[in-house]
């Protein structure tokens, strides 16, 4: 379930998901809360600010990823059925995406939402999917390894950071190409979010070196 508390260290109100909940919380801008619980079948779940239920959708598989909320209101998920799910501020669907393969199984990565309402989410075919705002693929890029243990950072001119378990973490520019890439001697990007500094510098984790 999920739980609030006040900055006293109070508990204000306890909500009783029906399944296992496991990840984080999301706030829109009305100040609902966003989360995904699901052993069988994942849902996206929406509360008011009171704990109440606004809503919720359950996707056809399970999904332990994080739910991203866009600009416009739109809530963003994935799911082990392969679907990347839109759904509006009210809880409809407003269009999804069938990807070549699991997208965030067991793993807590979350779609990462441009500007322009594009969705970026990893696959455990190793692809990274770019899906446009109307739900229709845009490009997808081909690492050596599974990506869904990490989500994309975005840099304000388009470029993209992600990290694979092949070791690397690869630069792609806005049309999907590749630009630059760092393969370290572990783990490079994964289990972690790229951070972009404001002087454009990359901070990325890594198991190794």
Do not use: H
Request: with cysteine; net charge neutral.
């Amino acid at each position: 379930g999920l739980s609030r508390w006040e900055p006293s260290g109070a508990l204000s109100w306890s909500y009783r998901a029906s399944s296992t909940y496991a990840s984080s919380p999301g706030i829109d801008f009305s100040g609902r809360i966003i989360f995904t619980a699901g052993v069988t079948n994942g849902a996206p779940i929406c509360l008011n600010s009171n704990g109440s239920l606004c809503w919720n959708y359950t996707v056809g598989a399970i999904s332990y990823t994080s739910s991203s909320i866009g600009s416009d209101g739109k809530v963003y998920s994935g799911s082990a059925d392969n679907n990347i799910y839109a759904l509006g501020s009210g809880g409809s669907l407003v269009w999804s995406y069938k990807a070549a393969a699991v997208i965030s199984n067991f793993n807590q990565v979350c779609p990462a939402i441009d500007t322009a309402g594009k969705v970026y989410i990893g696959s455990a075919d190793n692809n990274l999917y770019v899906v446009s705002s109307s739900g229709s693929l845009s490009w997808s890029y081909t690492t050596g390894g599974d990506i869904t243990y990490t989500v994309a950072a975005l840099s304000s001119d388009g470029t993209i950071y992600i990290g694979s378990l092949d070791n690397n973490l690869y630069i792609l520019n806005s049309s999907g190409s590749l630009s630059w890439s760092y393969r370290t001697s572990d783990i490079s990007g994964n289990y972690t979010r790229s951070a972009i500094g404001s002087d454009g510098k990359i901070y990325a984790g890594s198991s190794g070196m």
